[in-house]
């Protein structure tokens, strides 16, 4: 019954559709009262409690708290009522600040059919390219946008934001350039919170950032330069000669463009860059309060090995067609680790997705138009104002300018704002002014009455721009020549119609949340509730500035607060930060602060951070990325930190130990009986202990990183929280500490406020361009703690554990668990090692993953933490139906080795070499296998009517790497 129903219905219906529909955990976790039984049953405990409280060590029990600031759970009608309050308390202003942030118009065929959309949110990293083809398609798109729009040789599927972009950028110079000096010149005309993240990162590397205009280019010999294209002013320049100087003293150039103006201007490929980053935010992205948004590098030819994050490449299939898949892996975190070229993880996809969409649905014609009619805006505007005396300080310029205040700058900001503007307050005679595709001539009507136009200007005339000419003051060598989107997939999907389609032909060559479960370990597939998703398209989130001022944030600033209180509470930590958009940058975060807390100290030799084997990547590159020197710590065969190891290390290194960074539940889904004696020997030797939250799932409502001896930890909302993965991102990497560490967590220097929950100040560095990230997806996350209660997260966590474990019981038979704790328990995954099938069978991990795929299936996670295994991680919100197909299908699979192995089809031609099977493969020509076209693609009679068709085959890797294509194929290549 609706909300609407309910109201006029009877009390005791009322009351009886309220018991039902008031407990969102119900909805929440897939397996119910009676389906639990049966899992307690085949694993023989009495209940779900007996069941954790086993598998838990009891030392680290969390004591019952006499009160929690998690209120009791809401229902789902109340926490939207309650978002609808907190939203009231954000005013949607027009924010005309600018600095990287610009209002823009989502269009709705992509608002409802990507970002509204489960077939894209819910979808994972696309680690299995046989069942991605469609994000990467998008991905593939979004980096054909850049490298056109940038002039460059290869762009990557997008970086976390444009600041760390920046940061990124310094980091492939210093990596690149054969100058041995360790000095970085950054542009005086950079963004601010560009400049605040790249000094807070050089520190801890030991480069030297130096501020320069470029005015005296004998000045340049540096390792690498940076500047930003137009400046933070809005001044548009030709740095052609500068970068000239810079690669005269072997530096390489990193420029900051935005991707709108590049329609117009010159590219930075043009421009002589080495390396291209930015947003890609106001390609249809909304503002958000900061983010999530797709920043983008691109690189010049030559430097595509040095670039961080994830790049899409095309490669082929098992029948030779053109397939794609995540291209030169060996660069990063995961594989590389403490050598890795950075350590992101989890990207932006989801927001690359949208961003290259807008390209593709406006076309290249379409996004000049936008640009031009932007810079035609910013001219009438400046006209307008100098046509009665203000002086605008720079002629050349595309959509921002900076004014010369008549009186203070301060009371022009304040008359704009009481008109619902937000102007950029630059000192104390200078005001800047931004417009963006959403202005209107009415909007710079009002903007030129702040600054002091005769009301009656505003009354009778808004301010025409048609007429203007754009980029009057731009020399015409900066104007672009360059054609750019020539690809027919910029121009083929330009009706409504026929945009939903492609986004739906994409979606559908997909595998996420809404086809069946992602049981992939270490990444925490759960339910992203609709409930939880609806606050992120409202207004009110949606399109706030960064930053506005504190007085139209404050439904944000609460629901920050708020969030902030919780997580402190269930971690066990005085402190959190929200700033952090991925997990990777948590990390950065926590070991920041660690480092920030030892120098205060005195301790600047404490540079040795100890990781086990057995660590997540991210890890091992963070630390590096923190100044770091990794030092591994071995594991014992039952997959726990090798104790003796540990002490040697510690011993070894006691002078110089920074950390330990250790993951609880550990990364073999196992909880470490020892954890307690483990964090006491590294507080012992005067290190700090981080633990890596990402395994939170685990423990949530049962115990507390704090009480283990953590010093600091990040979170991952988006495993943990529900947040959706988005094919690869957005993610929120919250950085929790103790008192002592506070002071050191992230602050920003457009923060709005001062404190944090609990009133500490932090006062370490940025690590992401906006003070509160990815803050406009926090409302999910906000949303899941508020319906679920502390009662309803410890419910969920504990119905995790027990399908986590009975999947090990079930499959323990067929597959080995490879690790377990006291009792024979698994934490909330378990490992399936499939070394002795392969050594019996010769099937390997990779069969056994793609068969899946005919099955129905998205293989758990492979060969993570060990070789040739299988991470399984059901989470709490499949239900028992699934569970078991799932279950099924692996031992189905088992069988199908055996008969290899038993010799009933060969080695090379059987059903699991084989796999993946595409609708074509057994339809097309004689079929010649030994085994049936049924056996191949519907093993399961039920598939019959529900079957996933992957569109590709098995992908070639090694060819793809060896024929490096990171941009759109011809369509020929499809023919
Ligand atoms: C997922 C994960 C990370 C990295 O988080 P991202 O958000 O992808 O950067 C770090 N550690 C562990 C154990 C993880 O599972």
Redesign the pocket.
Known sequence: MSTAELAGAAPAVVAAAAERAGRFSARHIGTDAAAQRLMLDALGYDTVDALVGAAVPASIHVQPRATSSIPPAATEAEALAELRVLASQNRTARPMIGLGYYDTFTPSVIARNVLENPSWYTAYTPYQPEISQGRLEALINFQTMVTDLTGLATANASMLDESTAVVEGMLVARRASKSASNVFLVDADALPQTKALLEHRAAALGIEVRYTSFADLSEVAAFGAFLQYPGASGRVWDPTDAIAALHGHGGLAVVAADLLALTLLRSPGALGADVAVGTTQRFGVPLGFGGPHAGYMAVRAGLERQMPGRLVGVSQDAAGHPAYRLALQTREQHIRREKATSNI??AQVLLAVMASMYAVYHGPEGLRSIAGEVAQKAEALAARLREYGLVVRHDAFFDTIRVVTPGPSGRVVERARSKGYQLFWVDDATVGVSVDETTTADDLAVVAWAFGLPEAERDVRDLPFGEAEPLRGVAASLLRQEDFLTHPVFTAHRSETAMMRYLKTLADRDYALDRGMIPLG??TMKLNAATEMAAVSWPEFSRVHPFAPEADVHGYLAMIEQLETWLAEVTGYDAVSLQPN???QG?LAGLLAIRGYHRANGDTGRTVCLIPSSA?G??AASAVLAGMKVVVVACDEAGNVDLGDLRAKIALHAAELAALMI?YPS?HGVYEHEVLEITQAVHDAGGQVYV?G??LNALLGFARFGDLGGDVSHL?L??TFAIPHGGGGP?V?PVAAKAHLAPYLPSHPLSQRADHAGGFVFEGGPVSAAPAGSASILPISWAYVRMMGAEGLKDATAAAVLAANYIAARLEDHYPVLYAGEGGLVAHECILDLRPLKEATGISVDDVAKRLIDYGFHAPTMSFPVAGTLMVEPTESEDLGEIERFIEAMIAIKAEALAVAAGEWPADDNPLVGAPHTAESVVAGEWTHPYSREKAVYPVHALVRTKYWPPVRRIDNAYGDRNLVCACPPIEAFA
Request: aromatic share 0%; proline share 0%.
């Open positions: 993880c989890t270490s990444c991925a997990g990777s990390e997540h991210t890890n993951t990364t890596d990402a395994n991952n988006h495993k993610g990497g």
